[in-house]
């Protein structure tokens, strides 16, 4: 039974979504000849929010807007940040580029190559998506240039892992969903907790907690799993299992990325970066390949050994998670998705 007395976190929205914002609303300028006082987005799984301007510039050929980040109750270090985007004509399609505060790729292993701005994927499409809906309403060639800037970002980025990474010059444009969920250790965990005792009290034999949303998607399509068989894992592989090793169910999937289940491989249960990292060393060791050890990525290190690493970490993984919390009796397996969703390696029931 849940506990109305328990506050309901905020949840907020991603940099990447507040770019996208910024830039429909430039191109409103740019195109339209007027700004708007807020603007409407549809983020990738339907969500419609709002966001008001807190700056709107223009000139001849170009126009600028920046939206304030609200990350909710969400600890972001991005909360509060101004995320800016310039539009103007390119010489042919769409071209990002990073502006103040935005950082720069310089090693290999990320989504984006080197030598690109640090917006990801995502974000990248979900403009592209919003330059060619304007476009079309107003008539015009989707041939822009975006220019995304956060002012104190290179400030903000030394208290995340992108100088690690090789993200030079600023912070990443970032999100999949464009939704921030609330980070709360306990408030999540609890959530995985009853979401484990909703199962259970349907009769469910399988269950399944992810990483993230696409390892998610990818997973409960192959197994063809309700909704309420999918437990939002996220980072927290281990309030998930310590839970159901006390209310078991017969068989549980682990889905994720190569980042996160190489964690798991290498004995980590909370998957967060901030309190988990991939040792590369004893994965070099693990795959039997040196170069793994200089690798700055998981992703990277992958794209050096090759599918054998990817199925090496699936069983470590399995053994890792059957050693610790296989006393129940549950079944476990384990799905390893390439940022596609395409499955790259498997262990287990």
């Not at 980072?235 to 299992?241: I, R």
């Not at 998981?298 to 993984?317: F, R, T």
């Not at 050693?323 to 390696?345: E, L, N, Q, S």
């Amino acid at each position: 039974m849940s506990d109305d007395t328990t506050p309901r976190l905020r949840r907020g929205w991603t940099t990447g979504a507040c770019a996208t914002a910024a830039t429909k609303a430039a191109l409103m300028r740019l195109w339209g000849g007027a700004f708007v006082r807020e603007v409407g987005i549809v983020l990738p799984k339907g969500e419609t929010p709002v966001f008001p301007l807190a700056l709107a510039e223009a000139g001849a050929g170009w126009a600028r807007v920046g939206i304030t980040k609200d990350a909710g109750d969400d600890p972001d270090v991005t909360h509060g940040a101004l995320i800016v985007v310039s539009v103007r004509p390119s010489d042919g399609g769409i071209v990002f580029q990073a502006g103040e505060g935005v950082g720069t790729v310089t090693k290999p292993g990320l989504p984006i190559g080197v030598g690109e701005p640090a917006i990801n994927p995502v974000p990248r499409q979900m403009m592209t998506d919003v330059v060619e809906e304007m476009a079309a309403h107003y008539g015009q060639r989707p041939d822009v240039v975006i220019e995304v800037s956060v002012p104190r970002g290179a400030e903000i980025a030394l208290k995340t892992w992108n100088p690690r990474l090789g993200i030079t010059g600023g912070l990443s444009i970032l999100g999949t969903t464009g939704v921030v969920r609330p980070f709360s250790c306990a408030a999540w965990i609890a959530s995985i907790h009853r979401g484990i005792d909703v199962a259970r009290a349907a009769g469910l034999t399988h269950v399944a907690g992810c990483t993230g949303a696409t390892s998610e998607a990818t997973v409960q399509a192959l197994y063809a799993l309700p909704d309420h068989a999918m437990l939002d894992m996220g980072d927290f592989a281990g309030g998930m299992l310590k839970y159901l090793v006390k209310h078991p169910i017969g068989r549980v999937t682990i889905g994720g990325g190569i980042g996160k289940i190489t964690k798991l491989a290498q004995g980590a249960v909370d998957l967060h970066s901030a309190r988990s990292q991939v040792d590369f060393a004893g994965l070099a060791a693990m795959v039997g390949d040196p170069r793994v050890a200089e690798a700055n990525t998981a992703l990277e290190a992958y794209e050096i050994a090759g599918p054998m690493m990817a199925q090496k970490v699936a069983d470590q993984a399995l053994a890792q998670v059957q050693a610790r919390f296989g006393a129940a009796g549950i079944a476990y397996d384990i799905i390893i998705i390439d940022r596609k969703g395409t499955i790259i390696a498997r262990a287990g029931a």
